[in-house]
Structures are given as structure tokens and as C-alpha cells.
């Protein structure tokens, strides 16, 4: 497996996974992994597939949250983190890391907002409690079986 190839199945995981799990490090340095929204599955958020079509190349990632989570406190203070998205059947998986931010961007927000995460957010989109978190990562790993493929995503191998 090359470079391109690890990218394309990457992409290809991306768009299927059920969940992501996000990964942060809390003030005492442990680890906190939770799964959420993978908001780049085809099948669960067909309206944001146009989103992402354009990051191809970067594997950018965003992800949804209450601001009263805990995971926000620990990306104010440490903002590195782990995405993981992965299909177990097929002994599939991918591994992004790098340095989230917090989307402030209004546009950004609307972008991604989802009809019924209203129950999440009663206020809507600009509600307080609701947070859009961008990663663009900048390692990421690629595994299927016994093959693993390092890779940066934001160099385009040809």
C-alpha cells in the first residue's frame, strides 16, 4: 500500500465509519476518548458530503459539542487531539492527529448545522451551549489487518 492508496481508503473510511471517537488529554495529562457525530458519513449527513468534498487533500474533520463539555476545557488547555474512525468487520481503521480549533466562524457553524440538533441545542445554531470544532490534521495513520501506512495528509502524493 502507498501513500495514495492509504489516502483513498482513508477517504473511503471517512464516509462510512458510524462513529468518530475524539480523544483529549485532560489538565492531569490522562486521555478522554468519547465517540461522536462522524459528520463526514455519507449516509447519516448527506448534506455536508458537498462540505468536505473540497478536503480531500487536508482529511478535514468537524465535530459538534456542548461548550459545557468537558472536552472543550481540555482543548482550551491542550488543544492536541486524536480522531479515530474505524470499521472492525473489515479490521479497518484510521488514526488523524494534530491541533484542533474552535470554529468561531458563523458561517462555518450554519454550514454544518443539522436539522434536529435542536435536542441539543434548543437555541438553535448561535445557541451558547453549541461549539463546532475544526481539525485539520497534520499526521495521520492508516491500518487494514496487519498493514499500517503513516502518511501527512496535507501533502498530495501522486
Not at 474552535?102 to 450554519?110: G, M
Request: aromatic share 12%; net charge negative.
Amino acid at each position: 500500500m502507498n501513500d495514495k492508496e492509504a489516502r483513498w481508503l482513508s477517504l473511503e473510511l471517512m464516509e462510512v465509519a458510524e462513529v468518530a471517537f475524539l480523544t483529549t488529554i485532560d489538565s492531569d495529562g490522562f486521555p478522554h476518548t468519547r465517540a461522536v457525530f462522524n459528520l463526514r458519513r455519507k449516509a447519516q449527513f448527506p448534506k455536508l458530503h458537498k462540505l468536505f468534498e473540497d478536503h480531500d487533500n487536508d482529511l478535514l474533520v468537524y465535530f459538534s459539542t456542548n461548550t459545557s463539555s468537558s472536552k472543550i476545557g481540555h482543548i482550551k488547555e491542550n488543544p492536541k487531539v486524536a480522531a479515530y474512525y474505524c470499521k472492525p468487520s473489515e479490521f479497518r481503521g484510521l488514526m488523524l492527529g494534530g491541533t484542533i480549533e474552535i470554529v468561531a466562524d458563523s458561517d462555518e457553524k450554519e454550514a454544518i448545522w443539522q436539522d434536529g440538533w435542536e435536542m441539543y441545542y434548543p437555541e438553535g445554531v448561535h445557541d451558547p451551549d453549541h461549539t463546532v470544532l475544526g481539525l485539520k490534521p497534520s499526521y495521520a495513520r492508516y491500518y487494514h489487518q496487519l498493514d499500517v501506512l503513516e502518511f501527512n495528509p496535507s501533502v498530495t502524493s501522486q
